[in-house]
């Protein structure tokens, strides 16, 4: 809620509105995964309801993330492939609604290939930004290992590969902090080269006062 306020009033920085989309399908997958928390909330929800949920909500943080990270690193990264990536999100997101419990978990499989695939263009894409310098970069990578680490453990996990603890929420945590941390730094950047211009502006108008007076 708070970005999304952010993205009302300066609607030119959509990164905002794409962490806060991609923050709410997290907050839906960790509802319904693990403890399934959602059943405390609501529970006469039929599982299948809750998984489907849990899958869908997946598909889309991935899309929406992607056009996160083309709006904090545009330069480097290919808005084509951003579209191409999300149109297969929701695709697996509309087959999820209408597809038996069987073929949900052989899209969730193909989804696991595909995300491994991605993960390899977005570290791609923040070794650009890191030889680039580009502003922001150090703080992205800290956030994304931490939280890729976590759904590759959560992914095991649900495939029984191996026998941890659901880790989704807490990487989910760093990567918001972390990210919050980014997107305030350049606003606070913004803030500060709009505050140095009227400063500017103001000691230009001092001097044409002073000018004309000596006139």
Not at 18 to 24: D, H, M
Request: glycine content about 4%.
């Amino acid at each position: 809620i708070y970005h999304i306020c952010f993205f009302i009033f300066r609607r030119s920085d959509k990164s905002t509105l794409f962490f806060s989309l991609g923050c709410f399908f997290m907050c839906i997958y960790t509802l319904n995964s693990g403890e399934i928390i959602i059943f405390d909330i609501f529970p006469n929800l039929h599982w299948c309801l809750s998984a489907k949920l849990m899958f869908i909500s997946t598909y889309m943080s991935l899309g929406i993330f992607g056009y996160f990270m083309y709006y904090i690193f545009s330069k480097e990264t290919n808005i084509i492939l951003v579209h191409l990536n999300n149109i297969f999100c929701i695709t697996c997101s509309i087959i999820t609604i209408f597809a038996p419990m069987t073929f949900m978990i052989f899209i969730m499989q193909v989804f696991c290939v595909f995300l491994g695939i991605w993960t390899i263009y977005f570290s791609k894409i923040i070794t650009k930004a890191l030889i680039n310098k580009t502003e922001g970069a150090i703080i992205y990578v800290i956030g994304s290992t931490i939280f890729l680490i976590t759904i590759a453990n959560d992914i095991m996990v649900g495939f029984n590969i191996i026998h941890t603890d659901f880790l989704i929420p807490f990487g989910l945590l760093g990567f918001i902090f972390t990210q919050a941390i980014l997107i305030s730094k350049r606003f606070s950047k913004a803030y500060t080269m709009v505050e140095n211009l009227s400063i500017d502006l103001e000691n230009k108008n001092v001097e044409l006062f002073d000018l004309n007076q000596n006139l």
